[in-house]
Structures are given as C-alpha cells and as structure tokens.
C-alpha cells in the first residue's frame, strides 16, 4: 500500500519552539491521521471516457466521520495538473490526450486542520480514434464539423464537435467542408485525418491519428511560392496526395514528408475536373479530365517528382462534348469515371488501368496501359448523384432521396434500391469488406446516417445516427472489423 502524507505546519511548529526553554511541561494531541485504502496504482483509459473509481475507503486513526475534501488530479509530466472530480467517488471525463500520466494522484484534505494526503497513481490514456466512423458536416454558418463514432465498442455514442474538444485553444474549422480523408501510412508517411474545406485560415487541416491533435494547416500562404486564391475540391490521397481547386489546378504534397504542398505548374489551355493516382505509378502519373479539351489526360512529372509538368492526352478514347459526372473504383483500383453527353442524354462508363509486369526471371518489366470506354448507357445519375461501385459489378447510385441500384451493362435494369429517405442523399461509403452501405440523407437541418446491408437494402443493420448540418463526406478509420 502506498500513501504520502504531507503533515503541513508540523515541522515548522518544531523548528520555532525548539530554541526556546524546555519547561518540561508537555501536552500532546494525537493526529486523527487518515490512510487511504481500495485504491489501484494504475488506471487504463480511453480519452473521452470517464475515469469512474468507487472503491476508495479512508481510514482515521480517530474520529471515523471528519470532514474531508477530495481531489483527483491528473499530473503530466510537464507539471499541467487538472483536478478532474472533487468527489469521494471519482467520476471525471478524461480529456487528455493519449499517454502516460504517471504524477497523477488523489489528495484527500482533513478540512478540521487543513492536513493533506496523497495516494499516487499512474493514468494511462489510450486513443478512441484508431477505428470508428467518421462524420465531416456542413453547419447552417458554414462551419465544418466533425462527428465520429467508434467501431472497436458496441453502441458507442456519436461524439460531436471533435476538433473543438480535442483542440480547445485553437477555435474551428474553416468553413464550406468538401472532403475527410484518412492516411493510415500506406500512401503517405504521415498518418492522420485530412480535412478540407474552402474558406477560412484552415483549408487543409491535418489531424494526429491518435489524438486529433492539429499538427499542421495550410491556406494560400503556406503553399510553397505561390500567390493567388486556393479553394481545393477535391484530395486524392496517393504518394502523398494531389489537390483539385475550383479552378482545376493541380497541387501537390511532398510524399517524403507529406508537409510541403506545392504550387501547380501552368499547364495552358486546361481545367481539370477530376484527378487521381495512377495505380502502380501513382507517384509519377495521374489521370485526370480536361474540361477545356474535354479528353482524357495523363500528368507526369519529367523535371521535379513533386509537380506534374507534363500533359499526355489518351487520344484513343473519343470524349468530345461530354463532360465529367462521377468517378469510383473498385477495391483492386481500377479507376472507373463516367461522363455524361447532354446533347444525346447518354452516360459513358470508363476504365483506365496502368500496371506493371515482370520478366519470368524480374530481370525487367514494362507498363500495361488498359484505357477503353465500358458501357454507354441512357443517362441514371442526376448532376449531384454520389456512386459507388462493388466488386460484385454493382453500381449504387444517389437519386433525390433514395437510392438506386443497376449491373455495370448497358441493358441492366434500374432498381429502385432503397425507400424513400428523410431528404436528400449527400453520400455513400461502403464498409472495409463491402457488406454494408453508409448512406447519408438531410432534411434542410439533420442528417440521418442510415447502415444498409450491401446485399439487402430491406436489411437496415442500426439504428440511423443523427447528425447536426448536411453530411458532406464520411471516411473510416482502422479496417473495418465490424463487432455488431
């Protein structure tokens, strides 16, 4: 058992009358000293959780009812202390950030004569961040909000407001949310949440992956030598990750280090729509769409790895008068966009493909382009839709308030796939293994984040969370390892 007792005002007492004439005459007071009992030495949390002890008992060496008060205060190893409960039995929410807090104790104070004393323990803070669901909204001011619940514990609850509690001192988001993304260190070397948005001081915010601490932000003045408006659109996360403006300029992040974002090279004569890795080369190629010449292109960087300089068209793919709708792939990667031709109503489904093959011996290898239109179907998505395609060949598709579902064929019928929701569907994730559908809808206010098995949109797998604000993006961390 360990327990400190700090007698205040006992040896000063001794030093002041130690000098002074020993009359022989003594009268002592026995101190109704108290030892703590049913405490553990280590506590193991999770952030966010509340820290509940119920078993500390208190022993007096005299009278069994003094008055006490009590502290429990969690010390880092900077000296920050914060008293998180003043009750007997400790109930405090433990907002510090993952780690060790080994200067953490319990101050129990004889309030009749102001004696203190002290039982140390260690707290251990573990991340709640590492799998759950992420939420990234639109409020009615515009502010972004981000919204996660946890994958790793049965019901867990939806927390709000998660870059405000996590980051007291550093006021919000910005504003007009379009993107979350999550890097788990596959693609970047740096692993965290992405946060876009298209105005105000944080347009990129990149979040620690364990405590969502803010590490770094960026805005028009942190790109590197670069002047002039930024309001990304679009994040594509490959080798560090390439950055879609309004404009259709293509921003790059340094894949080292995933901290430098990089100015486009002027390319004359284009606006992209859309951009993503290429597969195997996603570091030196990406595909993209170009408004302006309305073809398909391939980016590649000939003279800095970190900035594309250099535009091929795929020529061999006939795309004029139409213009980019929507784009998906499917789990291997192969990029699947679709435009749409206004002048004859039709939808193009395509797929573009770049891989590697080796010599039966390694000894060398080459590229393996696969660049050809699919399906050419009457037109199924609306301007707004939101896609996803399944490994099954299964497209899903956002109609108003519902969702359809069709075959990757040019005759597949449309099935009408979901009923009716509360409002407008805003977006769709499927889950890691495919077997379930996230779907967002906003009635004007909330949003409703309904969980559809994959194979059965009759088969509704939880209770829809509700969510403040329209649902711009959903992103998930950790793999997808569903315990309900």
């Known amino acids: 058992m360990k327990a400190l007792y700090f007698l205040t005002g006992l040896l000063m007492a001794a030093g002041i009358f130690s000098c002074a004439e020993d009359k022989g005459n003594y009268d002592y007071a026995t101190l109704n000293t108290i030892t703590i009992k049913g405490m553990a030495d280590e506590y193991i949390i999770d952030q966010n959780d509340t820290l509940w002890v119920d078993t500390l008992r208190l022993d007096f060496a005299l009278e069994e009812n003094a008055k006490v008060g009590y502290e429990w205060v969690i010390r880092a190893q900077d000296g920050k202390a914060e008293v998180i409960s003043t009750a007997k ?46 939420i990234l909204s639109e409020m009615a001011d515009g502010t972004a909000r981000l919204s996660m619940q946890r994958r790793d514990k049965e019901n867990a609850p939806l927390i709000n407001n998660l870059f405000e509690l996590c980051n007291p001192d550093l006021g919000t988001l910005g504003k007009k949310p379009v993107q979350l993304a999550y890097c788990d260190g596959m693609y970047v070397s740096t692993t965290g949440l992405l946060v876009f948005c298209q105005e105000g001081d944080k347009k990129i915010s990149l979040l620690n992956s364990e405590s969502l601490l803010l590490e770094r932000y960026w805005n028009e003045s942190s790109i590197e030598n670069y002047s002039g408006p930024f309001e990304p659109v679009l994040y594509n996360c490959d080798m560090g990750g390439t950055v879609l403006d309004r404009e259709g300029r293509v921003f790059t992040f340094n894949y080292s280090s995933n901290k430098t974002l990089y100015a486009p090279v002027k390319l004359e004569n284009t606006r992209f729509s859309w951009i993503v890795g290429g597969g195997s080369l996603a570091s030196s190629l990406n595909y993209a769409y ?29 795309t004029k008068g139409q213009t980019f709708r929507a784009f998906t792939s499917n789990s291997e990667q192969v990029l699947y966009p679709v435009l749409y031709d206004p002048s004859t109503g039709v939808e193009h489904y395509y797929e573009l493909n770049c891989g590697v093959e080796y010599a039966p011996d390694w000894s060398d290898y080459w590229y393996v382009y696969i660049h050809k239109e699919k399906v050419a179907r009457q037109a199924v998505m609306e301007e707004s839709s939101v896609c996803l395609l399944s490994d099954m060949d299964y497209w899903y598709v956002s109609k108003g308030n519902h969702i359809v579902r069709y075959f990757f064929s040019a005759t597949s019928n449309v099935e009408e796939w979901t009923p009716e929701l509360e409002g407008k569907v805003t977006a769709l994730m499927f889950d890691y293994e495919q077997e379930r559908i996230f779907v967002a809808a906003y009635d004007g206010t909330k949003s409703y984040i309904h969980e559809f098995s994959a194979a059965d949109a009759n088969q509704e797998l939880a209770e829809p969370l509700e969510v403040e604000g329209r649902v711009v993006s959903m992103c998930v961390a950790g793999k997808w390892d569903w315990i309900y």
Do not use: H, W
């Open 290 to 318: 170009d408004e302006e010449s309305q073809q398909f292109v391939m980016l590649e960087n000939t003279k800095n790895a970190l900035q594309f300089d250099q535009l091929k068209l795929i020529d061999t793919l006939d």
């Open 89 to 134: 039995n400790c109930g405090g929410r433990i907002i510090q950030a993952p780690g060790s807090y080994s200067q953490s104790y319990l101050c129990v104070t004889d309030l009749t004569n102001d004696l203190k004393y002290y039982y140390p323990f260690r707290l251990t803070v573990n991340t709640p961040y590492k799998i759950g669901l992420y």
